[in-house]
């Protein structure tokens, strides 16, 4: 399952597990946000699309930092004057880790409720019938073949 969604202007594509770097938030380290600004969403196929957002759709995320993006230059200059400018700036920006896309009326803990079926469905297995891992013999450990001795050269002394 994944969104479009909006955050801070811009549309990031986002599925659950995603990292994402947004233009810097006013949320503090470790708190939970939810972004209600649903584009679409597509949900194993079946599409939903907005007009212009998805009602009741949301986007569960944690804030993980605040950090600053690359040095960019901006360098400018005039031919034959003496006129040149030189500016430096980082944006700062601000890492999600994305919890979970909840479609109308549905919460986080659903979500990953759902989540857990599809794999067991696709796996083809539930956890308890998980077949038993076989037991692994150590093999004897083989020793190292001997190392032959290295033959004496001999040097014949002209007198």
Known sequence: MYAIVEIAGQ??????????????????????????RVLLI????????????VDGAKVAATVIAHLKGDKVIV????????????????QSFTQLLIQGVLPKGETLKEEL?????????????????AA????????????????KAAAKKTTKKKD
Do not use: C, M
Request: proline share 5%.
């Open 11 to 36: 549309q990031f594509k986002v599925e659950r597990g995603n990292k994402v770097y947004v233009h810097r938030l006013q949320a503090e380290e470790g708190t939970k946000v939810e972004f209600d």
């Open 42 to 53: 597509d949900n194993g196929g079946k599409i939903s699309v907005g007009n212009p957002t």
């Open 75 to 90: 360098f400018k200059k005039k031919r034959r004057k003496t006129t040149q400018k030189w500016n430096n700036h980082r």
């Open 113 to 129: 409720k759902a989540e857990k079926k599809v794999w067991e469905v696709r796996s083809g297995k539930t956890k308890t019938e």
């Open 132 to 147: 038993p891992v076989a037991e692994v013999k150590a093999a004897p450990a083989k020793k190292a073949p001997a190392k």
